[in-house]
């Protein structure tokens, strides 16, 4: 079981820079945090990235992590087993940011 991502989690790029994620909704809370849907995620742009010449600009792939139990209006919930990709390198997930709840 993978806890759920919420607002307030943590996810860089290899090189150091961080996503910038925004949750869209509010109905599904998790001590009182949004959770992070996995078009939220789709939308994510990362800052500080020390790759040059071109640095990591934004989320691209998401390859695993997507709940297939919890969705808000049919869009899945995202998951601290999120794997994917920038659109340079993969993703480190450093914080979920709760530790309340686990789904499958």
Known sequence: MAAVLVDGVEIQCLHGGKAKITPSQTALKV??????LKTDLEKALITGCGLTPKPCAKMDTITAGVST???????????????GKTDQEPILLLSNGQTVLDSK
């Not at 001590?31 to 992070?36: M, N, Q």
């Open 31 to 36: 001590g009182g945090k949004a959770a992070i």
């Open 69 to 83: 139990v919890l969705k808000v209006n049919g869009t899945p919930v995202m998951l601290a087993s999120v794997q």
